[in-house]
C-alpha cells in the first residue's frame, strides 16, 4: 500500500463521518445540531453480515437524517439499500416535536403515492423513537413521512445478495499490533475498532482491529486509513465476485522537535490561548507558522465531554472534544491534515506535533465547529 497525503473533510464524516466531505447535507446536518442534546440516539454497534439490516434516522420537517450504518451517517434523506428476502429493521426518533411517521410506499413521486406497503404510529414527542422490522419486496420504493411527504422522502434500492460482497480491513502498525483508524471506502466510512466508535465496547478477544464493507458490488473502490499519530494510507481495492480481506499497515509519523509549542485552553464555543505571550488570552487567537517547520499545541479541554449546542454542530454526540487542523473555506470543503485524539474530561490535556504546510488554514474542535482559530503559514 502506497503512502498518500491527501487528507479528508473536517466536517461530520469526519469522525464518526468524522469527518468526512458530505457535499450538499452540510445545512440540513447544521440544522439537526439543534436537537441533539434532547435526544438519545440509538445506535447499532455493528451492521448485520449477510442478513437484514438495521437503520437509524432522525426524522425533522426539513427531511430525514441518516444516523447509522455509516454509509448513511449525516445524510438527508439517505437512499435505503435492502437485501432482499432478508428482515430489515428502521430505527427512527422524532428530532423536532412535529408529527412524523414513517412508511414504505409503492409509489414514486411525491404525487404518486401509490400503495402504502409498510407504516409506523404518528408521533409528536421529541425524542420519541419506533421501530418497523419488515421484509423488502420487488414493489418497494420509497420511504416518507405522511405528514410531510414532499420534504421527508428518500428512495429504497434492493440489492442481489448474490451480487454483492463485503470488504475486511486489517489495521495494525508497522509492528504487526492491532490500530484502531478511520477507514473511508470511497463515500463509505467505518472504523478499525469498535472502542473508536462514540459508544465504545470491549474489544474482541482475539485483538483485531478490522473495519467491515457490506453491500459491495463488483468495481474499483479507493481505500484510506487514518489516525492521530499514523500517516493517512491509500490504495485501490478490487472487489471482483466474492467477498475480500485486505490489511493496511500505518508509518508513525515523527515531525521532530517543535521550533514553537503553543499551548490553549478549549472552552464553550472557542480556543483561549495561554502561550506564548503572543497569543496569552487572545480568544481563537491566529497561529502564526512557517512551512515545512515542526510545531507542537498543547491544549486543555476544559468543558469535559460537554458538547454546547453550536451552529455549526452535528447532531450526533461526539466521544469528547479534539483538535483539528484543516484547510480554510466553507465547513464542507475542508481537507484534514491532523486529527488528535478525544478527550473527555475536564482538566484533561493533550499535545499535537506536526509539520506545517501551506496548506493549513484553521484548526477547530470537531465537537463544536464553532470554536475556530486561523492558521497563517508563511
Same mark, same amino acid.
Given at each position: 500500500m502506497t503512502n498518500d497525503q491527501r487528507s479528508r473533510d473536517v466536517s461530520r464524516r469526519g469522525v464518526l463521518k468524522g469527518t468526512a466531505a458530505l457535499t450538499g447535507t452540510a445545512a440540513a446536518a447544521s440544522t439537526a445540531g439543534a436537537y441533539r442534546d434532547a435526544i438519545d440516539f440509538p445506535l447499532p454497534a455493528v451492521q448485520n453480515d449477510d442478513e437484514? /439490516?438495521?437503520?437509524?434516522?432522525?426524522? !425533522?420537517?426539513?427531511?430525514?437524517?441518516?444516523?447509522?450504518?455509516?454509509? !448513511?451517517?449525516?445524510?438527508s434523506n439517505p437512499p435505503l439499500r435492502l437485501i432482499e428476502g432478508e428482515q430489515h429493521q428502521v430505527i427512527w426518533t422524532n428530532g423536532d416535536g412535529a408529527t412524523h411517521n414513517f412508511n414504505i410506499t409503492s409509489g414514486s413521486a411525491v404525487g404518486d403515492q401509490g400503495e402504502i406497503l409498510e407504516s409506523t404510529q404518528t408521533v409528536t414527542e421529541q425524542?420519541?423513537?419506533?421501530?418497523?422490522?419488515?421484509?423488502?419486496?420487488?414493489?418497494?420504493?420509497?420511504? +416518507?413521512?405522511?405528514?410531510?411527504?414532499?420534504?421527508?422522502?428518500?428512495?429504497?434500492?434492493?440489492? #442481489?445478495?448474490?451480487?454483492?460482497?463485503? =470488504?475486511?480491513?486489517?489495521?495494525?502498525?508497522?509492528?504487526?499490533?492491532?490500530?484502531?483508524?478511520?477507514?473511508?471506502?470511497? #463515500?463509505r466510512h467505518s472504523f478499525s475498532n469498535i472502542a473508536a466508535r462514540p459508544d465504545p465496547a470491549e474489544q474482541a478477544e482475539d485483538q483485531q482491529a478490522l473495519a467491515r464493507f457490506d453491500l459491495l458490488e463488483n468495481g474499483e473502490y479507493e481505500l484510506q486509513a487514518w489516525t492521530y499519530g499514523y500517516e493517512q494510507v491509500s490504495d485501490t481495492v478490487t472487489i471482483d465476485g466474492a467477498n475480500q480481506e485486505a490489511t493496511v499497515t500505518l508509518p508513525p509519523i515523527e515531525p521532530g522537535e517543535p521550533t514553537t509549542t503553543f499551548s490553549m485552553r478549549l472552552e464553550d464555543g472557542q480556543w483561549v490561548g495561554v502561550s506564548p505571550d503572543s497569543i496569552a488570552d487572545q480568544t481563537n487567537p491566529t497561529l502564526e507558522l512557517e512551512a515545512g517547520q515542526p510545531y507542537a499545541i498543547e491544549w486543555e479541554n476544559a468543558i469535559g465531554r460537554d458538547q454546547p449546542a453550536g451552529e455549526n454542530?452535528?447532531?450526533?454526540? =461526539?466521544?469528547?472534544? %479534539? =483538535?483539528? !487542523?484543516?484547510?480554510?473555506? #466553507?465547513? %464542507?470543503? /475542508?481537507?484534514?491534515?491532523?486529527?488528535? #485524539? +478525544?478527550? %473527555?474530561?475536564?482538566?484533561?490535556?493533550?499535545?499535537?506535533?506536526?509539520?506545517?504546510?501551506?496548506?493549513?488554514?484553521?484548526?477547530?474542535?470537531?465537537?463544536?465547529?464553532d470554536a475556530i482559530g486561523e492558521i497563517d503559514v508563511q
Open positions: 437484514g /439490516r438495521t437503520f437509524s434516522l432522525l426524522g !425533522i420537517v426539513g427531511g430525514w437524517m441518516g444516523i447509522s450504518p455509516h454509509e !448513511i451517517d449525516a445524510v425524542g420519541e423513537t419506533v421501530s418497523l422490522e419488515f421484509t423488502p419486496t420487488e414493489e418497494m420504493s420509497e420511504y +416518507f413521512c405522511a405528514p410531510h411527504p414532499a420534504q421527508m422522502r428518500g428512495p429504497i434500492e434492493l440489492i #442481489d445478495p448474490d451480487e454483492s460482497h463485503e =470488504l475486511v480491513v486489517h489495521v495494525e502498525t508497522e509492528a504487526g499490533d492491532p490500530l484502531g483508524a478511520e477507514v473511508t471506502l470511497d #463515500d454542530r452535528h447532531y450526533q454526540p =461526539l466521544p469528547g472534544h %479534539n =483538535l483539528v !487542523i484543516a484547510s480554510g473555506g #466553507d465547513t %464542507n470543503e /475542508r481537507n484534514t491534515y491532523v486529527r488528535s #485524539d +478525544f478527550l %473527555n474530561q475536564a482538566g484533561g490535556s493533550q499535545t499535537v506535533e506536526f509539520v506545517a504546510s501551506e496548506e493549513m488554514g484553521v484548526y477547530l474542535d470537531q465537537a463544536q465547529l
